[in-house]
């Protein structure tokens, strides 16, 4: 950390098997961020279990059963250096049943790569939309696109041009503004304009990929606001006691901070704090730390609560006002529906308790008549009650913790953010 540059969380996304994977391995690869022992390693790892060439998407799959299966399960996080920057880079399961950590991941980040292969036969999928939409709705601010897979689309510019075609009206449709989001054709497979430009791509006039990252603006931290730390995990380490990792996403922690975690409302006070395996005598939003605490136990503390203040306690909610839009549901949504929300890292059933509106989708404005039910496409204001205890902001007053994805059968059903609430007693 000693060259203190600025530090991005970037969200890799896409649909399964167009090379998310490989891509990120490439980059930290081609960056020096993993050293060629590392790579070879998993070279014989990859033969080893009959998946030869997927040794760049192992240095991120490393857990045993991603290898064998071939897909990625949870976020894995590395880091790598640009000239601007140092990247935390969040790879992103693509397969359905691992969208959950998907919108974990989406929901943490300053950027998102968006990976679409160009191999003739795949380009736009299912997920690519799902995904954009998802990082649309959850407000990653910004995005750019790497068409992969350019070698086995014979390098072909026309065959670029039609994949870049199909992602710009897909950004469009949703609200970015295509003009500012980098789309770059690579072959990570082959190193291919990832950290340098390409003899094989020589009618592309635009950045490498690496090089395009230095392009992104910097997060802005909100360290005006008051100290918010959700929850990822709590281990316990021998010889250090009860340790909760998660992301600042607002104010500044400091050691010997009286904090207090939300919902059991215990207090305590920072001993220390962690990141990358050094200690640090503060942590600003976007780092993501392990902290020890002195006064609260492990029983007092679970994925999904919220750490702050003493004097600027997390909310916890009895119920909440949300604008939300149906992605993607099977049937109808009316009030009364119960399924499991997913806000910062906590994930807790909640019950719709009233449509209050529709909105038109192209102003936000509430239609004049009162809805009796939702369907996919349509976007609502609705009041929202917790089955457990919740903490989750208003967008005016915290937008990093008032964005929420509704999961339901398997899949994304609905996202929105939180626009008022009222408080527990």
Not at 32 to 56: I, M, N
Not at 400 to 415: E, N, P, Q, Y
Request: proline residues 7%; hydrophobic residues 35%; charged residues 25%.
């Amino acid at each position: 950390m000693a060259d203190k540059k600025p530090h991005i969380n970037l969200v890799v996304i896409g649909h399964v098997d167009h090379g998310k994977s490989t891509t990120v391995g490439r980059i930290l690869f081609d960056t020096g961020a993993v050293t060629q022992q590392e790579l070879d390693k998993l070279k014989a790892r990859a033969a080893e279990v009959g998946k030869a060439g997927f040794e760049f998407a192992f240095i991120m799959d490393k857990v045993k059963e991603e290898q064998e299966r071939g897909v990625t399960i949870d976020l894995s996080y590395k880091e790598f250096k640009t000239q601007n920057y140092y990247i935390t880079i969040i790879d992103a399961p693509g397969h359905k049943d691992f969208v959950k950590n998907m919108i974990t991941g989406t929901s943490q980040a300053d950027a998102a790569l968006l990976v679409v292969s160009a191999n003739p036969g795949e380009g736009v999928m299912e997920q690519t939309k799902e995904h954009i939409f998802l990082a649309k709705t959850l407000g990653v601010p910004q995005l750019m696109v790497a068409v992969n897979k350019m070698d086995m689309a014979k390098y072909d510019e026309a065959r670029f041009n039609e994949v870049k075609a199909e992602v710009q009206k897909l950004l469009k449709g949703v609200g970015y503004n295509v003009e500012k989001v980098p789309i770059i054709p690579v072959s990570s497979w082959k190193g291919e304009n990832i950290t340098k430009p390409s003899q094989q791509l020589g009618w592309y006039k635009g950045k490498f990929l690496v090089g395009a990252f230095d392009d992104l603006a910097p997060p802005v931290k909100s360290t005006d606001k008051p100290l918010r730390m959700p929850i990822q995990d709590v281990y316990t380490i021998t010889g250090i006691g009860t340790v909760p990792v998660g992301r600042i996403e607002t104010g500044i922690m400091k050691v010997n901070q009286q904090v207090i975690v939300m919902p059991s409302g215990k207090t305590g006070e920072v001993k220390s704090i962690e990141m990358h395996h050094e200690q640090m005598p503060q942590a600003e939003p976007g780092d993501n730390v392990g902290i020890n605490l002195r006064g609260i136990s492990k029983e007092d503390m679970r994925r999904g609560d919220v750490l702050g203040p003493i004097d600027s306690p997390p909310p916890v909610v009895k119920e909440f006002t949300a604008k939300m839009v149906v992605l993607n549901h099977p049937t109808v949504i009316t009030a009364g529906y119960c399924p499991v929300f997913h806000v910062h890292t906590a994930q807790v059933s909640c019950k719709i308790k009233e449509i209050k509106a529709k909105l038109d989708p192209r102003t936000g404005q509430p239609l004049p008549e009162k809805p009796d039910f939702l369907k996919t496409g349509d976007t609502a204001e609705v009041i929202v009650e917790p089955l457990q205890p919740l903490v989750i902001e208003k967008q005016s007053d915290n937008p990093k913790l008032s964005k929420f994805a509704i999961r339901d059968m398997g899949r994304t059903v609905a996202a929105g953010m939180c626009t008022d609430y009222v408080k527990r007693q």
